[in-house]
């Protein structure tokens, strides 16, 4: 059974930084592409940042610059360094392991997903 399990979150003033962590079990993790997503209230869940099995990454135009996503294949983990988070960046994040091999920037793509972290950045 796959399992992803993220860490990191918490409570951070504008302008700081968190390192999101995502550890998945049950699948051979170096063959699938990798996202992180997040959901604020009221909104719909967007694709913040995914890597896929070769490395290549995608970040969304509202965190380029600031979030970076990277993976370690041999811990089965990855990451989601966030920098210069605003208070737009508060959200629920979640991780998700994609469905087969290549890049996969749609939620259809991904077919398990971790529990959520909460992320929240006071003004």
């Known amino acids: 059974q796959v399992q992803l399990v993220e860490s990191g979150g918490g409570l951070v003033q504008a302008g700081g930084s968190l390192r999101l962590s995502c550890v998945a079990s049950g699948r051979t993790f170096s063959n699938y592409p990798l996202g992180w997503f997040r959901q604020a209230p009221g909104k719909a869940r967007e694709l913040v940042a995914q890597?896929?099995?070769?490395?290549?990454?995608y970040h969304a135009n509202s965190v380029k610059g600031r979030f970076t996503i990277s993976r370690d294949n041999a811990k089965n983990t990855v990451y989601l360094q966030m920098n210069s988070l605003k208070p737009e960046d508060t959200a629920v994040y979640y991780c998700a392991i994609g469905r087969g091999p290549g890049s996969a920037r749609f939620q259809i793509q991904y077919d398990y997903w971790g529990q959520g972290t909460q992320v929240t950045v006071s003004s």
């Open positions: 890597i896929d099995n070769g490395g290549s990454t």
